[in-house]
């Protein structure tokens, strides 16, 4: 079964950095879209950064382009959001996703496993 476990989040100053991981089970990157979401409180869910199988494309919300970066590590299965110039409002529950398949990967696609999350502060 696909599972996936975050971690990296913590609490920065703004203008500081954070790199977010993600180990992912039952996945095989070459057959998933991979992505971070995250989530604000009292905010929706919102679409931070998604990669195709193969890492052919990115996706970047535009709140985030040019400050963050996704990669994934195919021989550790692993997932990374490297997070740089930290605003506050940055600050969130910031979860990783999988989706089945090599096409229409951008996030505004619907992700089907989700992990538990990791919290990011950034403060002022």
């Known amino acids: 079964r696909v599972q996936l476990v975050e971690s990296g989040g913590g609490s920065v100053q703004a203008g500081g950095s954070l790199r977010l991981s993600c180990a992912a089970s039952?996945?095989?990157?070459?057959?998933?879209?991979m992505g971070w979401f995250r989530q604000a409180p009292g905010k929706e869910r919102e679409g931070v950064a998604s990669?195709?199988?193969?890492?052919?494309?990115?996706y970047y919300a535009d709140s985030v382009k040019g400050r963050f970066t996704i990669s994934q590590d195919n021989a550790k299965n692993t997932l990374y959001l490297e997070m740089s110039s930290l605003e506050p409002e940055d600050t969130a529950m910031y979860y990783c996703?999988?989706?089945?398949?090599?096409?229409?990967?951008?996030?505004?696609?619907?992700?089907?496993?989700w992990g538990q999350g990791t919290q990011v502060t950034v403060s002022s």
């Open positions: 996703a999988a989706r089945w398949g090599v096409f229409d990967c951008a996030l505004n696609y619907r992700y089907d496993y």
């Open positions: 039952g996945v095989t990157f070459s057959a998933y879209c």
């Open positions: 990669i195709s199988p193969g890492a052919g494309e990115t």
